[in-house]
């Protein structure tokens, strides 16, 4: 049976908990020449960084005002620091720490989330994260995007699949819950392509899965990409996507955990039209297809 992310946080945590995005300023080795320029040809940060999310700010200050917006409506809300944007683990050791540590001695943050590349992780690293974790909730999410190697030099990642499946084994090794991010979608790549990486990624000690449906974003280069080669990508509608989404979690083992299926990016910033549906109603339509295919929910 298929269990949902927010089931899963109950079970771990006991209390009701919220992710809150915080940007700490990192930047990314993609971006500032140790492994490329320009970052990856689908990258634009802007997408998911709320207003508040501002490196401006202290970490603590963001956190307090993303307290703010839910404490509204759930004022028994617990919450974890979600480091979302660019690449968490890029920079010395003390500087990773002390960031991290602000975030969690700010009142109601139960736990961390570090969105980070899996090259960008060393044993000194891993060591202070094993201890972390065992002082308080922590995941660490790699951001894989495709398990194919001519993908990867396609979209500028900078980094090979070995190098993701080696962090992912390395890191759970040490008993910290780990994350992946999927792009479906991406240029090249054929349905039974996508379905495939299920089956693979099924057999590396995730927890958690992140499932993302390519999005072309303005100003980026394969958004240019798309305009030059638009037969290069497969370009799903709602209820396509939905099925597809249906049959990667059908292949995947049973314990990995889907955090999300979909992703919205702000309509302004797309160079297409998005498909104009909530998070939920994405999520409904991705069930009913499971249950046509008879999976168990």
């Not at 927010?6 to 990192?26: M, P, R």
């Not at 090249?188 to 089956?199: C, F, K, T, V």
């Not at 927890?207 to 280069?221: A, F, M, P």
Request: charged letters at 20%; glycine letters at 8%; hydrophobic letters at 35%.
């Amino acid at each position: 049976m298929m269990q949902s992310f927010g089931q899963w946080l109950q079970e771990q945590l006991k209390v009701k908990t919220q992710k809150i995005s915080v940007n700490a300023g990192f930047t990314c080795p993609n971006r500032d020449g140790r492994v490329g320029v320009g970052g990856c040809t689908f990258c634009n940060n802007q997408t998911f960084n709320p207003d508040y999310c501002q490196p401006s700010k202290s970490i603590a200050l963001q956190l307090e005002e993303g307290k703010q917006f839910f404490a509204r409506k759930y004022p028994d809300m617990h919450y974890l620091a979600y480091f979302q944007a660019y690449t968490n683990t890029y920079a010395d050791l003390p500087t990773i720490k002390s960031k991290y540590e602000e975030a969690l001695g700010v009142d109601g943050v139960v736990g961390l989330v570090v969105g980070t590349r899996p090259d960008c992780i060393d044993a000194p690293l891993l060591d202070y994260l094993a201890d972390l974790s065992q002082r308080t909730f922590l995941i660490v999410e790699y951001g894989v995007e495709s398990i194919y190697n001519r993908t990867l030099r396609r979209i500028n990642r900078g980094h090979t699949w070995e190098v993701s499946r080696d962090a992912i084994c390395l890191t759970a090794s040490r008993g910290i819950h780990v994350g992946a991010h999927i792009i479906l979608g991406l240029p090249g790549e054929s349905r039974s392509d996508m379905l495939h990486e299920a089956d693979v990624l099924s057999q590396l000690p995730l927890k958690i899965l992140k499932l993302h449906q390519l999005q072309l974003i303005k100003g980026t280069v394969m958004a240019d990409e798309y305009m030059q080669h638009p037969d290069d990508f497969i370009r799903f509608t709602p209820d396509g996507y939905a099925r597809l989404a249906a049959q990667f979690i059908s292949r995947s083992r049973p314990d990995i955990i889907f955090d999300r299926f979909v992703s919205q990016s702000p309509p302004q910033l797309l160079a297409q039209p998005g498909w104009g549906l909530k998070n939920h109603e994405f999520t409904e339509l991705v069930k009913k297809e499971l249950g046509r295919i008879n999976f168990r929910l």
